[in-house]
């Protein structure tokens, strides 16, 4: 019987795109190639989400491969990144709904400590019973040690639970222990579909 409901952030309940942002930050098409594979695409990125390296380590090592004339716009892309992000506002009814028919609800998310700077803009974010950040962690999805630490820490047993991320992967190894889930991809009636077909009354 499925009790909880355990959501991923990014794609999910928030809009996150990290060369959507860049369009906004910068009109150069070559600045705004480097500073993603730089800064977003590389791998002090995971890192950051890890919770292993710091804002100002990711701005040191950038800069180090990136051309001087960039330099003062990694601190900026770095202090703002997250600025741009919006709600996924669909998904506040959902969260309301699943809240008042008793089901308990997790966000459970790969996000560095900026999290606590946006969190504000987070749909329904009240309705949640748990926060669950990797960067608290040391680790990230779709690491099995990360949600074997997400149910002990809840106490919660893998097959009572159903996972919305927009990850394949992420969902693959939620399903290797146990946990069934959905790979979303912005439809809410799919996803609506998908509880109804796990048990899940909305």
């Not at 928030?14 to 150069?28: G, S």
């Not at 990136?66 to 669909?90: F, G």
């Not at 149910?151 to 069934?180: K, Q, R, W, Y």
Request: proline letters at 4%; aromatic letters at 14%.
């Amino acid at each position: 019987m499925m009790k909880n409901v355990v959501f991923d952030m990014g794609n999910v309940l928030i809009r996150y795109a990290p060369a959507d942002f860049i369009k906004t930050f910068t009109p150069n098409t070559e600045h705004q190639k480097l500073l993603l594979n730089e800064i977003f695409y590389a791998d002090e990125w995971q890192q950051y989400d890890r919770g292993t390296i710091t804002k100002e380590e990711i701005i040191e090592n950038a800069s180090k491969r990136l051309p001087e004339t960039l330099h003062a716009s990694v601190s900026v892309v770095m202090d703002t990144w997250y600025k741009e992000m919006t709600p996924i506002s669909e998904m506040e009814d959902v969260l309301k709904r699943l809240e008042a028919n008793g089901y308990h609800l997790y966000l459970f998310s790969n996000v560095s400590q900026d999290f606590h700077q946006f969190k504000h803009i987070i749909p329904g974010l009240d309705y949640f019973d748990g926060l669950f950040l990797s960067s608290d962690w040391k680790s990230i999805k779709p690491e099995e040690e990360l949600y074997r630490d997400f149910f002990t820490h809840f106490d919660l047993e893998p097959s009572e639970c159903f996972f919305i991320d927009d990850l394949p992967v992420n969902i693959e190894s939620a399903a290797n222990l146990g946990m069934d889930g959905h790979v979303f991809d912005g439809n809410i009636s799919d996803l609506e579909a998908h509880f109804e077909k796990a048990g899940i009354n909305l």
